[in-house]
C-alpha cells in the first residue's frame, strides 16, 4: 500500500461514480477532534438553486480534445452546444466510470488505454477521461484551500481514491495510472473499496449524526465482535462486504467480494428497453439523435421518478417528450394509443400532454433483475460459514436511496437490522478520508482467487507426458500450479509470500538478454488446488517485471518476489538473496481476459438505446 513517509497533514478522498463525482477532505487536527468532520464542496447548476453533493460525472473536450467542461458546467455547455448544432466539433461523456469495468469484463486489454464512445458516437480516450476527471476534482480542492487560505506542502497531502470492490486489478491498476497522468505521484496516493470505506465511516459515526429511527441499531451493530454486511448499492455497479467489527476498531474481511453490475442504471437500462419496445428501436435512434436535449431531459425525468417513487403509488407519471410523439405517430401512421394497445404493454401505459403514465406492475418490473440479484447475493453470502452471526445490513451509496431496495432487502431478510445510515451516500467519502488517516482499520481480507506462479519441477511418474521437458540437460514437467494464496484464505493486510525465481544465462547467445527484465507470470484459479496453470479455471493474471540488479543479470539468477495481495492493489517487490538489495520498482502488467463471459445483462439485453449511436447498430 502506498503512503508517505510521516503522517499526512490532510487527506483528500476523491469518488468518481457512476451518476456523480465528489470528493472530501480532513486535516490532520480536524481528524483528531472529530474523524467524520470532513468537508464536502458543494455543486450547482449555472441557473437556479439547486445544490448537490457530487457533481454529475459529465465531462466535455473541444475538437482537439483539450478539456473543456466537467459537471453542470459540462451538461449547461452541451445543452448550448446541442441547440446551436454544432456536436460534431465536441466530445461529450457522461457515466463513463462503468466502461472501465465493461472493457475488461469483456476482455479488452486496458494496460496502455482504450477508446471509449461519446455521445455522439466519436471514440476518445478513455485514461484522458479519467485523469482528465481526476485532475479537475484536484484543482478544485487546491482552489478550495487556497481561497479558506490554509497552507499545506504538497508532499503532505494524501490522495485516496475509491474504487468498488468488485473491480479488478486491471481496473485498480488504470485507475492508478490515470491519477499519476493527474499529476498525483504514487507515494502519496493510495486506493479504497467504496464498501470498506462506507463501514470505516459508520464506525465512527456519532449518534447526533444518525436518523433517530436507526440509533439503537447503529449502537449494537458496531460494537466489537459483532458482524455486519456492508451493501453498497451505486448506480453502476452493487458491492457486498461481510466484516467483522475487531476490539481495537479495525475491520477483518470476513468473505471475498461479491457483486456485480446490477447497480440503478440497470433500472434505467429496463426503462429504456420498454420504449424500444413500444416505440421500435429505429424510433428510439431517430429520437435521440434529432432531437438529443428532449432525449436527455426524459431520461432525467425518470431518474428522480426512480428515486422518489413509494411503494403505495397506483401510478407512476413521467415526462414524455413530445418530439418523440410525433416521430412514432410519423413512422407508425398510429396515435400513442394505437400503439400501446398492440403491445404488450396494453393499459398499462398511457399519456396526457407531455406526462407518460405507467402501471405500478410495470414499472416494478424494472427493477426486478436488479433487486433479485441483490437477495440472491446478500443470501450466499451469509451462507457461507464465516458469515454466520451477521446481525445487520448497511446500505449505502445513490441508490440505497431507494425505498424500494431497502423493503426487498429487508423482506427478504427479517431476521436482520436493515438500515441507511445518515446520508448514505456520503459515506463512502467519508470513510475514504478516515481510510487516509488510518489505512491499518482494516485489519484483513480474503482471497477472491488461488494465486501462484508457473514452475518447472523433476519429472515424475503420473504426470501428464505432453509436459515432459528437457531443462539443463535434466527431465523436467513444466506449467506447474505453485499456490502461493489459495481461494476463500483470510489473508492479514501486510502479509507476503515469498516465490522463489530463477533462471541461468550460461548460453553465448542469450547474453544480451542480461540486461533486460525477467518476466515472472502469476496466475489465477477459482479453484482451491489448481495443479497445472492449463487447467480449466486457470489463466495469467498478470506478469512481474524485474530489472536487473545494477544493470545486468548474473549468469546464474537466483532470488525472491515478496508478494502482496491482501491490499487494495497487488505489491510485488525483488528480493537480491545475496546482496540484501530491494528492487522496489517491479512493474505489474496485468492482462486481458482470455474468455468473455458476458453478464447477465449482457445476456438479455435485445437493445440499449444508450449504447447505441447510429442507424445501423440496431439489433
Not at 533462471?503 to 484459479?525: A, W
Not at 549468469?555 to 492493489?569: L, M, N, P, R, S
Request: aromatic share 10%; charged share 25%; hydrophobic share 35%.
Amino acid at each position: 500500500m502506498a503512503h508517505i513517509g510521516s503522517a499526512p497533514q490532510c487527506v483528500v478522498a476523491i469518488d468518481i461514480g457512476s451518476d456523480g463525482c465528489g470528493y472530501a477532505f480532513s486535516m490532520d487536527y480536524q481528524f483528531k477532534t472529530n474523524p467524520c468532520d470532513v468537508h464536502v464542496p458543494r455543486w450547482s447548476p449555472n441557473t437556479g438553486s439547486m445544490t448537490s453533493l457530487k457533481a454529475p460525472s459529465a465531462i466535455l473536450f473541444d475538437s482537439d480534445k483539450n478539456f473543456s467542461a466537467f459537471g453542470y458546467d459540462a451538461e449547461d455547455r452541451m445543452d448550448e452546444i446541442l441547440n446551436s448544432g454544432d456536436q460534431n466539433n465536441w466530445y461529450y461523456v457522461e457515466r463513463f466510470k462503468m466502461a472501465l469495468y465493461t472493457a475488461v469484463e469483456e476482455g479488452e486489454d486496458v494496460r496502455m488505454d482504450f477508446l471509449i464512445k461519446e455521445k455522439g458516437g466519436k471514440e476518445i480516450s478513455a485514461k484522458l477521461l479519467f485523469s482528465s476527471c481526476i485532475k479537475y476534482l484536484k484543482e478544485h480542492f487546491r482552489k478550495t484551500i487556497d481561497d479558506r487560505q490554509i497552507g499545506i506542502q504538497e508532499d503532505k497531502i494524501k490522495w485516496v481514491i475509491t474504487v468498488p470492490a468488485i473491480w479488478t486489478d486491471s481496473c485498480k491498476q488504470f485507475m492508478r495510472e490515470s491519477a499519476t497522468e493527474a499529476g498525483i505521484h504514487g507515494n502519496q496516493f493510495t486506493l479504497v473499496f467504496e464498501p470498506e470505506a462506507a463501514s470505516v465511516c459508520a464506525r465512527f459515526l456519532r449518534v447526533d449524526k444518525t436518523e433517530n429511527k436507526h440509533h439503537s441499531i447503529i449502537l449494537k451493530t458496531f460494537q466489537p465482535g459483532t458482524k455486519i454486511l456492508v451493501v453498497d448499492a451505486g448506480g453502476g455497479t452493487v458491492d457486498i462486504s461481510a466484516q467483522e467489527i475487531l476490539p481495537d476498531d479495525c475491520l477483518n474481511i470476513i468473505h471475498k467480494v461479491r457483486g456485480g453490475d446490477y447497480g440503478g442504471n440497470s433500472v434505467n437500462m429496463a426503462y429504456r428497453s420498454m420504449l424500444v419496445r413500444l416505440f421500435s428501436g429505429p424510433c428510439i435512434i431517430a429520437f435521440k439523435k434529432n432531437h438529443p436535449i428532449d432525449y436527455m431531459d426524459m431520461m432525467r425525468s425518470f431518474e428522480e421518478k426512480k428515486k422518489t417513487f413509494k411503494p403505495n403509488d397506483t401510478k407512476v407519471c413521467s415526462r414524455i417528450a413530445a418530439t418523440l410523439l410525433e416521430i412514432s405517430e410519423e413512422n407508425c401512421q398510429s396515435s400513442f394509443e394505437d400503439i400501446a394497445s398492440n403491445s404488450q404493454y396494453a393499459r398499462g401505459v398511457h399519456v396526457k400532454r407531455d406526462k407518460l403514465f405507467i402501471d405500478v406492475k410495470i414499472f416494478l418490473e424494472f427493477f426486478k433483475h436488479s433487486l433479485s440479484k441483490l437477495v440472491k447475493d446478500i443470501n450466499e453470502v451469509l451462507q457461507h460459514k464465516r458469515c454466520h452471526g451477521v446481525r445487520a445490513i448497511m446500505l449505502v451509496g445513490g441508490f440505497a436511496d431507494c425505498e424500494l431496495l431497502f423493503n426487498a432487502v429487508k423482506q427478504a431478510f427479517p431476521d436482520k437490522d436493515v438500515f441507511v445510515p445518515h446520508e448514505g451516500s456520503l459515506s463512502v467519502l467519508t470513510g475514504a478520508v478516515i481510510y487516509g488517516h488510518i489505512p491499518k482499520i482494516v485489519s484483513s481480507r480474503v482471497c477472491n482467487f488461488t494465486y501462484g506462479i508457473s514452475i518447472l519441477v523433476p519429472f515424475q511418474r503420473g504426470m501428464p507426458q505432453e509436459k515432459k521437458v528437457i531443462h539443463d540437460g535434466k527431465l523436467c514437467c513444466e506449467d506447474v500450479f505453485r499456490i502461493a494464496y489459495k481461494i476463500d484464505t483470510v489473508v492479514n493486510v501486510g502479509h507476503t509470500e515469498r516465490i522463489p525465481v530463477s533462471t541461468t544465462f550460461f548460453d553465448p547467445e542469450i547474453q544480451h538478454l542480461r540486461k533486460q527484465p525477467l518476466s515472472v507470470s502469476v496466475y489465477i484459479s477459482d479453484k482451491s488446488d489448481p495443479k497445472y496453470v492449463t487447467d480449466q479455471g486457470c489463466r495469467k493474471h498478470c506478469v512481474f517485471q524485474v530489472p536487473p540488479v545494477e544493470g545486468e543479470w548474473p549468469k546464474e539468477v537466483y532470488g525472491y518476489i515478496d508478494f502482496e495481495i491482501a491490499g487494495t492493489e497487488m505489491i510485488g517487490t525483488y528480493v537480491d538473496p545475496y546482496t540484501g538489495d530491494i528492487v522496489t520498482s517491479v512493474k505489474i502488467e496485468f492482462l486481458p481476459k482470455t474468455e468473455n463471459n458476458p453478464s447477465d445483462d449482457q445476456r438479455r439485453r435485445i437493445y440499449d438505446p444508450e449504447m447505441s449511436n447510429s442507424d445501423n447498430e440496431i439489433q
